[in-house]
DNA sequence: ACTCTGTATTGATGTTCATCTATACAGAAG
DNA sequence: CTTCTGTATAGATGAACATCAATACAGAGT
């Protein structure tokens, strides 16, 4: 499932890896710049996470941790191309402060990004940091 | 990475699916049970989620969302054959009601199972609650 | 300039939550 | 039965959070 790179397993709890279904080096970044790249860890079967690892990774799991945002993130994720505009995906039973504030939330914990187009304002997911999160809750490595 | 029942796919949002790298049934049943088999849905990036299971899934997601939580299944996931004693793991910076606290917000979770053995509680991961969860998270079915 | 629509921010409020101390419970060993 | 150790529960407290109404901001069109 995992392919580990194995020169830094033993050594320090933020480290490399790339998933099979995937196959793209994951180089070590910040992860709220919503860039490619994401700093993960090894699954959780392989090595216990590290105080810092810890909040950091737990920070994406409460993001998705509310009704209201993992739907509105599976709204955006199911949309094509992965990417919706915010009127698109509003009609979530809260109000529209509301839903602005989650997806801020969403945003934050780097698990999507968003862009201005005119009037809308497009939210798309952020693959890696999300392929990243699924990596570690992988249990055979 | 997935192989999905087409099936079920445009019908409902509940289904079932298997997992490649861990090929077995999941059929649906209650979470809370601690039992093999959960209820879970297609990946997020297939259909967006209904509000019941939205409810559902972040609630599990919320478990992991505390990084002393999210340390401490960790540790228990990472110990040999998947369990560990409390007293292995509770060494996490927090007092032991603390950690018994988070202890049992992850088994009603769904996400681990405890057994008392003599003076020592044994905490063992869910795998197939794991590998849903991993599984709503994957970006490329 | 003005207005209209889509989205974000502010401030307030009630709820949830993480944490602690104190205490209770369970099993083992005297 | 009593004591000791490991784990769980109860109750309290301060912080974080989800939500809303009101308001601000950004573009587009008239």
């Known amino acids: 499932m995992f392919i580990y790179t194995e020169e830094l397993a033993g050594d320090i709890d933020t480290c490399q890896y790339r998933r099979m279904s995937n196959p793209q080096m994951l180089p070590i970044l910040e992860a ?5 790249t994401v700093p993960c860890c090894a699954p959780l079967s392989r090595q216990p996470l590290g105080a810092e690892d810890s909040e950091r ?17 599976s709204l955006i994720a199911s ?18 402060p509301t839903v602005s504030h989650h997806l801020k ?9 968003s862009e201005r187009r005119g009037t809308w304002v497009y939210y798309k997911v ?6 990243a999160l ?5 249990l055979n490595p």
């Not at 952020?126 to 392929?131: E, G, I, R, W």
Request: net charge negative; proline share 3%; glycine share 12%.
């Open 126 to 131: 952020a693959p890696s940091v999300v392929a």
């Open 79 to 96: 949309h094509e191309g992965g990417e919706a505009c915010v009127c698109d995906i509003a009609d979530v039973g809260v109000s529209q």
């Open 105 to 113: 939330k969403l945003r934050d914990a780097g698990l999507v990004t």
């Open 57 to 73: 990774i737990a920070a994406m799991f409460k993001a998705l941790g509310d009704p209201v945002r993992l739907r509105l993130f």
């Open 32 to 36: 709220d710049t919503g860039a490619e």
């Open 134 to 138: 699924a990596g570690v809750l992988d």
